[in-house]
């Protein structure tokens, strides 16, 4: 990368200086040589359309960075850009949820509600855990990377005994299970309840778990992917 920085003071711009700057802004191991591609892309005039239709991704990169860094108002605007020059449907979905989440970040935290809870005798509120640290996990008993969560937290959680920790699981009815690769319509509610019960008891899941039956708390939260 030095010696790069040193070389193109004398390289013409154009498409092949250009195709370095971006994939080092797109793949770039280390975060501040990728925003510092990541920007002199966005410096470019007039840029042509080849390196327009990565833009987008670019701005994403570049928001992740600035989220990194405590910079809540430029990882905004960087997702707003990036927002304004897609027209992928799916990136379109993805940047719209990321900047929700933006959004949530300073507001009052939301109600904590579930129709099923294991683990406690009395469901969590806000009021009762003030002056706790909460860590929320949203997870679903099918996704097995959602397990491997559970029981690495499971672990954490033990270590952090007495030091103002409260973790509390989410989940939902999903219609299906793990052995189920689409909905099950001859699955009932109390049938997936006990084998949500079941596998929390299998991984040695301490902390209070929820079942929210119509997820209402998902879309509170706004949470689009798993774990």
């Known amino acids: 990368i030095s ?32 925003k510092e591609y990541g920007e002199k892309l966005l410096e470019i005039q007039d840029i042509s359309i080849e390196y327009k239709k990565f833009l987008p ?17 430029t ?24 900047l929700t989440e933006m959004n949530l970040i300073g507001t009052p935290s939301l109600p904590l509600y579930a129709d099923t809870w294991f683990n406690t005798d009395y469901p969590p509120t806000l009021d009762r855990l003030k002056g706790n640290a909460i860590v929320l996990i949203f997870w679903a008993d ?13 672990g954490i959680l033990n270590e952090l005994k007495g030091k103002n920790l409260s973790i509390i699981g989410f989940t939902k009815l999903y219609g299906k299970t793990a ?4 909905n099950d319509p001859s699955l009932n ?29 998902f879309d509170d939260y706004k949470i689009g992917v798993l774990p």
């Not at 013409?12 to 370095?20: C, D, F, Q």
């Not at 990882?75 to 990321?98: H, N, P, R, V």
């Not at 052995?179 to 689409?182: M, P, V």
């Open 142 to 154: 099918w996704s097995l990377p959602s397990k491997d969560m559970m029981e690495t937290i499971t």
């Open 75 to 98: 990882a905004k605007s960087y997702l707003e850009k990036a927002l304004s020059k897609t027209e992928e449907a799916g990136l379109k979905s993805i940047l719209e949820l990321e």
């Open 189 to 217: 509610k109390t049938e997936e309840t006990t084998i949500i019960k079941n596998s929390i008891e299998k991984m040695g899941v301490t902390f209070p778990i929820g079942i929210a039956n119509d997820g209402f708390i």
């Open 57 to 73: 991704e670019v701005l994403r990169n570049l928001s992740e960075i600035a989220r990194e860094n405590k910079d809540s108002a």
């Open 3 to 34: 010696l790069l920085s040193e070389i193109e003071k004398g390289v013409k711009k154009g498409s092949e200086l250009y195709n370095v700057w971006l994939y080092l802004a797109l793949h770039s191991p280390d975060k501040n040589t990728m």
């Open 179 to 182: 052995n189920s690769k689409e």
